[in-house]
C-alpha cells in the first residue's frame, strides 16, 4: 500500500453547521500517515458554527456561504470548491440539504455521517425518536449522499447500545464518540485501505 504524502492525498471540503467535532476528528486522521485525504477547506452555511476555530488553529482556509438564495449560493460553493480542486466532500452536522444538480457535480464523492442506525430515523431528531421507540441499540451511520434525504449507499455503521437511564443528550454523547472513530474508518474503507 503506497502512502500517501500531503500533497497527493485526496483535497477534502469538510461542510460545518455547528460544533464542528467530526470536523476536528477529520482533520486529526487526516494528518495522519495511512490518511488518503487532506483537509484543505471548511465550508459553513452558518457564521456562528463553533466548528469554524478550527480553521485558525489548524491552518486551513475557510468560507462562508450566506443561503438566501439556494440556487445561487450552490452555484458559488460549487465554483469555489472548483477552484480550489476540492475532490471531496464531507458533510459532518451540515443542516443545509444538497440539491440535486449539486450532488451530480460531486457524484459519487460526497459522505455524510448521520446519528442513527440508518435506514432508521433519518432526519432530524434521531435520538429522542430512537429512545421514544423503545428501541434496544441506536449507532451511526456513514453514507453517500445521493438526492434523496439520508438515504444514500451505506459505508459503514456503528452500534451503539441504548440503556434504561439514556436521555436523548446521553445517547448523543455516546454516539458522537462513535462518530469520530467510524468517519475515518469509512474513508480509509472506501479507499481500499
Ligand atoms: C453529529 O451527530 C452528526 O452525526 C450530525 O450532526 C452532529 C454534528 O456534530 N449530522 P459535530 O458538529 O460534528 O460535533
Known amino acids: 500500500m503506497a502512502l500517501l504524502t500531503g500533497s497527493n492525498k485526496i483535497k477534502t471540503a469538510v461542510f460545518i453547521s455547528g460544533t464542528g467535532s467530526n470536523l476536528r476528528s477529520l482533520i486529526k486522521f487526516s494528518k495522519t500517515k495511512k490518511s488518503p485525504i487532506s483537509i484543505n477547506m471548511i465550508i459553513s452555511n452558518n457564521c456562528k458554527s ?16 450566506n443561503y438566501k438564495n439556494n440556487t445561487l449560493v450552490e452555484k458559488k460553493i460549487l465554483s469555489h470548491l472548483k477552484k480550489n480542486k476540492i475532490d471531496l466532500i464531507c458533510l459532518a452536522g451540515f443542516m443545509k440539504i444538497l440539491s440535486k444538480n449539486f450532488i451530480t457535480n460531486f457524484k459519487g464523492k460526497i459522505l455524510n455521517i448521520h446519528p442513527s442506525l440508518l435506514p432508521k430515523f433519518k432526519g432530524l431528531n434521531t435520538h429522542s425518536r430512537a429512545i421514544k421507540n423503545n428501541e434496544k441499540f441506536s449507532g451511526c451511520t456513514v453514507h453517500y449522499v445521493n438526492s434523496k434525504l439520508d ?6 455503521q456503528k ?5 434504561k437511564n439514556d436521555t436523548p443528550d446521553s445517547l448523543a454523547k455516546k454516539i458522537l464518540i462513535e462518530e469520530h472513530k467510524l468517519y475515518p474508518r469509512a474513508i480509509l474503507k472506501i479507499f481500499n485501505l
Open 151 to 156: 438515504s444514500g449507499k451505506i459505508i459503514l
Open 50 to 65: 463553533k466548528g469554524l476555530r478550527f480553521s485558525q488553529i489548524f491552518k486551513i482556509k475557510k468560507k462562508i456561504f
Open 159 to 163: 452500534k451503539v447500545k441504548i440503556t
